[in-house]
């Protein structure tokens, strides 16, 4: 017989007391993160509004404090799934759900913040073309005066041409996520009705049951009936002729 010793015993007890704990001390844990990380969504959102009005000279500060912020955001979130999927089973899927639409929204602000960086580039490198174009001096007797100007003017409409297919293209792509938000919003109360309908196709099958019942033992009253029918007739015939 093996004896344990006190202090093996103690962290045996310890053991199972952690485990017993872990499940409310997950959801200790997640709430605070997922409220920090949300709010933290909320004020990117905010200060997206600063980049049209940024000047210049601050809206690269604005920009490198919005991507640090999303960067923080995504860390965070990676320790969100890790602890959602900790979650006990009763509500692990809602703690699964709320992280990804966290995702989806901090998702759909790097997108958003991608964009105004192309078009302050593009905008940027236009305002540069310009400025050259204007600074060039140009005299009647240069015969290669119009040439330049031609190169620089095509090339100028092909920027812009550039430019709205791009945000042609990001419109698109806004539709679709818009599209795929609303499907999931519908594919989830398709899911509750399928779950309703499952629990009255459980109440049927057990009416069903009981009828079938029911008429397998009135086919043998039935039969019943019909014999003892026949014999009274059949007394009746011979005992009354």
Known sequence: MRVL???????????????ARAGPAVARDMEPL?????????EIQSHMGRLETADKQSVHLVENEIQASIDQIFSHLERLEILSSKEPPNKRQNAKLRVDQLKYDVQHLQTALRNFQHRR????QQERQREE????????????????????LQFNSSLQNIHHGMDDLIGGGHSILEGLRSQRLTLKGTQKKILD???????????MRLIEKRAFQDKYFMIG???VTCVVMFLVVQYLT
């Open 5 to 19: 010793r006190p202090e093996a015993g103690k962290r045996a007890v310890r053991t199972w007391f952690g485990e």
């Open 34 to 42: 997922y409220q920090q990380t949300h709010k933290q969504v909320h």
């Open 121 to 124: 580039y593009t905008r940027e």
């Open 133 to 152: 174009l204007l600074s060039r001096t140009f005299t009647t007797n240069d015969s290669a005066t119009t040439i330049p100007m031609d190169e620089s």
């Open 197 to 207: 309908i499952a629990n009255m196709l459980g109440l049927s099958n057990t009416v």
């Open 225 to 227: 009936g019909m014999v």
